[in-house]
Nanobody, 115 residues
């Protein structure tokens, strides 16, 4: 059974930084897509950033220039470095691994940014 385990969330003041990590148990030949989503109270889950196996990245416009997604293929781990955090970044952040015939989600980690 594959599990994605997230860490790194917490409470931070506006302008601060946090680094999220998501590691997968189990073995994969490759993971075409690793991504971070977030869901704020009363809002739909939205894509924050995605990184493909060739290292191509996509970012939501609201985080571009502030967040950086990266991956360690050997460790089946994806990271999200979040800088210049804003109160509107407050949400539960979920990692997502997607490939041919499978999709896995992490349990979510809370990020709270105080003003």
């Amino acid at each position: 059974q594959v599990q994605l385990v997230e860490s790194g969330g917490g409470l931070v003041q506006a302008g601060g930084s946090l680094r999220l990590s998501c590691a997968a148990s189990g073995s994969f030949l490759s993971i075409p897509s690793m991504a971070w989503y977030r869901q704020a109270p009363g809002k739909q889950r939205e894509l924050v950033a995605r990184i493909f196996s060739g290292s191509t990245t996509n970012y939501a416009g609201s985080v571009k220039g502030r967040f950086t997604i990266s991956r360690d293929n050997a460790q089946n781990t994806v990271y999200l470095q979040m800088n210049s955090l804003k109160p509107e970044d407050t949400a539960v952040y979920y990692c997502n691994f997607y490939g041919l015939g499978y999709e896995f989600w992490g349990q979510g980690t809370q990020v709270t940014v105080s003003s």
